[in-house]
């Protein structure tokens, strides 16, 4: 929703300038790095049992991926998986209909799928939040905020770990595990990267627009994967197998955002990049005798829903037409998204966190600070008629008829809110609001039957209660997203457009491939303990208790 006034050529060529600046200094990042023994190490020494290993692969749509493998276009893990027996059954393998926790945004996703707990009691709320009582803004992926200091510190400081409130799968198998890339790594034996600057590099040219999908193999997001692949080869080579290995592939998604076939984009990068690079990891396994009997779990964060790469459809975060614009119409002191604010900054009353299709609203107590320039005391819960309620109700005027921003009506799908409690308190359940009241999520979907948003009932509770549920904030907002709309109604939530997003509680990005093979072992077998740990229709939390039980 913003006009660029650049002359178009300039703008190509500034474009083209950035593009080959940026493909130089990538590619000579992604030589250096290296690796890193944590300090949180709890055991070294392998133990004896089967080896796990974890493909993280983040943003891929379980659909395109299991065409693959059927087809044979993927044959790396074709081979691993054998013949298919039908509903999910392989030979050697299982892959049931499996989903991701609210928000399906990575960081969250990926908290969760790593500790068994969801965002309401691990802490670790989206790509972006806010904590309250430490009026601290968080954005390890950024979507509204244009700064990449998080993601720095994500490589460099674990981040995660510092803010995570959840043992991690390492804590709580005391495995020799070496974790590649991932964003969650406190607690293993040794945590593999390329060098940081290069994600970091990857990710500021992401959310400036400048890379775009070109073909597979010499994309920037196949160096990524590429060389953290190596890296993580290097390691075992120097140091033997670990009991654990987590391979984490972020070019998958990075790639699928940029690109202009979307899906068929992705499908195209799993084909001749990802099969390639897990093939490269068995083979590793294979040729020191050591991969029979090893477990492979291939699982994602989220999916991919087709968007409109255009202002239109992008809910942004600079313009006066945007829910930041619709915060400052209705009163409120709206805090710039950025990581870091100026003293004079610092008196906002309202605060917004982007994950694509869904994104959080924080609320002071207006009544702590009226004046311009004084503080409001985030400490405080804000008051529910005086500055929740107000906001709720403007979201849902402007959605709509278009009140006070006419380009917001018809982007919002629901818009949650709760009645707020001290930080301190365990959060209420988030509710409905219907256009007079809110209503429980359960007694809203009976008037209004929604099959298309998967499991919301429960997937909210995930999200808001618990006791760090507050940092999902005091309104939740939903845009519009399901692929049950033509894609030129489908909104976000973003600094930035893209040919994908993700975020949503629709099918399509929720749900996501969730595969338990064992290198010429059983598929029922793969199917029984899949069931066991995580019944017939798995959330990506139940991975956790499933290398528990394979670990026992
Ligand atoms: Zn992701």
Redesign the pocket.
Known sequence: MKNYHYPRYTFVFVLLLLLLWSCSLILDTLRTGGEKELPTAVQIASQPGPRVIIFAL??TAPDELMRLIRSGEAPNLAALLGKDRGSGLFEHGYAPRAWSILPS??IA?WAATFTGVPPGQNGIMGDEWFVRETETFHAPVPVSAQDTLDVTKVVEDDLIGQLLSAPTLYELTKRKSYVSMLSIHRGATLYTTVAPSSFTNFLTFLIKGTLKGIDPEKSFSAALDDSAVQKLIEAIDTRGLPDLQVVYLPGI?IFTHVSENRLAGQARYLRYVTDKRIGDVLDVYRKRGALDGTYVIIIS??SQIPTLNDAQHRLGTDDEESPFGLLAKSGFRVRKALLSLGNLDRDYQAVLAYQGFMAYVYLADRSTCLEEHKACEWKKPPRFQEDVMPIVKAFYEANRTGDRIPQLKGTIDLIFSRQPVAGTQNAKPFQIFDGHQLVPIGAYLKQHPRPDLIDLERRMQWLGAGPLGNRAGHIVLLARACTNIPVENRYYFAGITHYTW?GSACEQDSRIPFILAQAGGSGSAMRNLMRKVGGDSPSQMAMTPLVREIFK
Do not use: E, L
Request: charged fraction near 35%; aromatic fraction near 0%; glycine fraction near 12%.
């Open positions: 983040d943003g945004s990575t996703a998604d964060d989220h993700h």
